[in-house]
Each structure stands twice: as structure tokens, then as C-alpha cells.
């Protein structure tokens, strides 16, 4: 298949922002894909060459590097594209230019010459994929004049457009705005499949490339046939939150499960045999952080396969007692990891099940699950089951609660145990509510949110950034939209690294998927998520979070706002939803409502 099809698609769907639009001509771009090459594609599509679960695919070809393949494909100067990317701020923009000036200036016998040479190479999508991940591949001595060989090659042989999102693809700044959801609405519309059908399939299978290659190759009926596999990671259930007892059990009715919501990491623990896989609630294979619980899980599963999920905390190897999220960072950022399992020691609380030897559970109810994992774990000190009360009521709930605060947890993380209690893959609701409390602030909770923007600092600041514009998710519209600018709760440490943490994601504009009213100085893809603290949630003429829900004309944003940390284990997706806010925003309106000597803000 020509490489220029796909290009030529990626244009369009650049253009346009509706999901619709985009599902529809994806799945255009589907129908024409031979089977054999669908899989490239969805990946090309996704900034990918594989899915991250499978290892990070790492181009490392760097900005220089881009510079001189396109300097040597276009035959000028490195100072000359440097020149133009500073005009540009886009190195896909740039080759284009170049490639589009190159075509023009070349007139006669050697456009001629040119045009009948393209034509009879036009560029495919298997070379263009095979070259990317052998780029990928290389390591070690020479790799990186190699790598940019390679690059140059492949540059040199396609057109302007191709070029164009080569590179960007290269930088890892494709920006196509296409989210995983609008590729599942492409692949229904274009194989006749169920939506539910294909998310389900996803949510077991997190691999589209695969799943579009199914669907081509077999037809929908085969999804049906996915289950749970040991080595292929599954996405995880999450909850919903919950500020009030008696609400929350209404939701998940009575009798519930009521467990300590501990302040870890989440492990996804697969066993085959005695290989161990550890995956993270971004589904990144994460086994090599921990080799403590690699040996571990490989003695205590008694099964021969399973998937089995827990929270991996960090503990004082002194007193035992918990240790904040924060501490297991060392363990990513540690070279010598035998140093970091020494220094960070850490203990595993079980609290799910979702296969074992054969048996899918992910479709039964949450008691029997849990009686597969008692069934299955030889429990010790540092892998055993979560703590864990049946709670009857509210005030049960609540003693439960202050109990997990005195043991060092969050809270609680309250379960459904009805007979629709089923591990729902992918999927936040309210059979889990999270009950956790902020003493510090009055929203009762933090939030997490996106950066997508930023704003230069002045005086102590000048030189980093003074604040930093942030959003929530709203997953109905794929979009994100601003809630409030931070400037306060950073250690000056962090401060000062903010340009260089931020430096990867730096656009020339806005990003397409984010809905401001306010001018950034910087904007930034949607990458990296800070867990906020505030003061209260109030409306905002300025901030489009929840635009017009309340009142027309205002948004919803965060008075006082607080960076407390860099949320590592989530994406821009898993940020906190309008939907979200919208709900804490209507608690504390309730709230309000029912203390009439409160001052009543005006609404
Ligand atoms: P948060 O930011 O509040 O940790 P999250 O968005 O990462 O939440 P949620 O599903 O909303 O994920 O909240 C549950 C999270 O709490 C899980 O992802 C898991 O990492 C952690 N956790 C700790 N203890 C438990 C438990 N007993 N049961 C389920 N999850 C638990």
C-alpha cells in the first residue's frame, strides 16, 4: 500500500477537530488498507510503532539528528534548516518547505528526470514502517550516524507531505488529535463491528494494531474469542469518588467491601509458569522496577497462570509503616536497581483476580474473584491481601475510614459485591468509589490535571515559568479544557526544571484538542498530569471547564490552586474529568445549601 494514502489521510484529519468526521474518514482509510499492513498503520496513526506494553519503542534520533537527515535528504545547509525551523517551530514544516522549494526550482529535463523517479519509487508503508523500527532498533556504537542514514533514505524518497509527517512522527509530534476512541469508531464503521464489542476486545487486548488486524483478516466475530493472557496486559477497573458515606453505599449498595486505599503504585501481576510480567496502570511493563516482587509473586502465586492486581507501597524498612507514593519515583529513576530495592523497600496489597489457569474472571462477580485470589496467594508480610471490613452502613463505613487514615492509607476504596460486581476493564464507575480526604483543603479532594499551557515568569522567575495553565478531560468530546493557572506549591527545585521538563512537549500553537479562552505565553501537547490542592471549586468567566453547565457564559475553576506532585503513572486521558469537577462542584452547593448561615456565593 502507498505510503502517500496515509499521508494524505493524516492531512485530513489534521484539519478537522469533530470526532465524527475524523471516525468516518478513518474508516475510509481502513476499507482501502490491505490486512496485511493495517496494523502499521493504526500504530502510524498512533504516534506508535507497537503498543507501549511492549516496550517503549525509542526512536533516538533527536532534534539534531532530525536537522542533518533533513539538511542531507534536501541537499542544504544544517544552518539553513535550522533557520527555517525557527520561523516554522515545526521540523514537518520545515522538510515540507524545502522539499515543496526543491520541486518548484527544478524545472526541464530535471523535473522530469525527478517526477518519472519518484513515480516509479513511491514510498509504502512497509518501508516506511520497517525503517522506523529499524531506526528503533539500532544500539550502541555508530547507531546514531546509522540511525540518520536510515532517516535521510527515507526522506529523500518521499514527497513533501510524506516528509512532512515522517519527521513529525520521528519528533514524536504527530498532533493528529486522533484519540484511541475515534480509531475504534473508524474500525466499526469500517468492518461492521459492534463499538461495545471492539472496546471490550481493547480493554482485555490493548493493542489496536492487532485488533485491526483481526477485524480485517477474520471478520468481528473473532473478538469475541479474546481472554485474559498472561504477558498482555489488561486495563484496569477504576472508581469513581465519593465524599459522603451514606451517598456512597447508596451507590454501591449494602453490604460493601470496604478496603484500605493504599498510596502506591498499581501492579497488574501476571504469572506463566515462572515468568512474571508487572504492568502499570498505563499499562507499561514495569517488571524490571521491581524484581523484589517478581520473586516474590513467582513463590507466593500458587497457580501456575494468573493475573492478580495490587498496590506495590513503599515501606520504612525501620518501622514497617507506609511511605508516600513519591518514594517508589526512586525506583524508576535509579540506575542500579538492586540499590533502589534496598534503599526503597516495598510490599505488595492484593485486592483483585482476574484469571487463573484457564478461567476468565473478569466477567464474574467480585466476591468470587476474591475467593480465587485467597485461593491462589500464599499470603506473608509483604504480599497479602488488602485490608479489607464487609461494611453494613455508614457509620461502619466512616470508623473503617479513620481506620485506614491511622495506618498510613489514603482511605478507602469501597466495592459493590452484587451479583453485577464484574471487573469492568477500562472502565471508571461507581461499582468502586474512591473515599479518600484532603484535612488541608475544602475541596475534599485533589484534583489531577493536564499542563497544556504556560505562562513566562517575572522578577525571581524570570527565566522559568511563573505559572502553569492547566486542564481536566472531558471525555465526551475528546477535548481539554482549562480549569485554573499554578503558580504556587513548587519546591524551587522544581521551578527551576519546569523549562526542561516541559521543553518535549512545547507546540508553536495551541493544541487542537485544547479549548482556551486565555492567551499562553507557551503552549504545550497535553502530556504531563499535576495533582492539584485548592481551596474551592468556583465559576470563572474565563476557564472552559464545564462551559455554560452551570450558567451560561462561565466555566468552572480552582480558587487558590496547589501543585502537590507530578502524577508519573497518568496520562493526559487519565486526568480528572468535567464531569468530575462538575460533581464537586454541585457537593459543595449542597453543602452550602444545607449550613444557611454559610455565605452564599453568588451564582
Ligand atoms: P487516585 O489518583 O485517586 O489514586 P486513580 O485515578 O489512579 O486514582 P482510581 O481507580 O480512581 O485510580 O482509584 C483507585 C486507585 O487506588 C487504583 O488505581 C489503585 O492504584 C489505588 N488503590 C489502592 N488501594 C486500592 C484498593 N484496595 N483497591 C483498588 N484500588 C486501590
Known sequence: MEFSIVAQTLEILEKTTSKIQQASTLAMLFKRTPANVIDKVVYFLQGTLWPDWKGMPELGVGEKGIQKAIALAVGVNESEVEKLYKSLGDYGLVVERLKLGKQSKGSGLETFIKTTKTEQKKLDVDTVYNTLAKISMLQGEGSR?????????????????????????????LRLGVGEATIMDGLASAFGAPRDVIERAYNLYPDLGAIAKMLAEKGPSVLKEIKPTPGIPIRPMLAERGTDPVEILNKTGVPALAEFKYDGERGQIHKKGDTIWIFSRRLENITHQYPDVVE?????????????????V???????????????????????????????????????????????????????RREWLKKIIEETDAFKIAEHMLVKDAKELETFFYKAIEGGCEGLVVKSIKIDSVYQAGVRGWLWVKYKRDYKSEITDTVDLVVVGAFHGRGKRAGTYGALLLAAYDPDTDMFVTVCKVGTGFTDEELASLPKKLEPYKLPQKHPKVYSELEADVWFEPALVAEIAGAEITLSPVHTCCWGWVKQGTGLSIRFPRFIRWREDKGPRDATTTKELYEMYLKKLRKISEKPETKTEEV
Not at 329 to 347: C, F, G, L, T
Request: proline share 6%; with cysteine.
Open 145 to 173: 550516524d546509522m540511525k540518520i542514514r536510515l532517516l535521510t533514505a527515507l526522506l529523500m524518497q518521499a514527497d513533501p507531505r510524506e516528509a512532512k509527517f515522517i519527521v513529525r512522527f520521528v519528533e514524536g509530534r
Open 296 to 312: 516474590i509473586a513467582r513463590k507466593q502465586i500458587k497457580a501456575n497462570e494468573a493475573i492478580v492486581e495490587g498496590e506495590i
Open 314 to 368: 513503599a515501606i520504612d524498612p525501620e518501622t514497617g509503616e507506609f511511605k508516600p507514593f513519591q518514594e517508589l519515583m526512586h525506583r524508576k529513576r535509579e540506575k542500579d536497581i538492586y540499590k533502589a530495592v534496598k534503599e526503597v523497600p516495598v510490599v505488595v496489597r492484593l485486592f483483585d483476580c482476574l484469571y487463573v489457569d484457564g478461567v476468565d474472571l473478569t466477567s464474574r462477580p467480585l466476591p468470587e
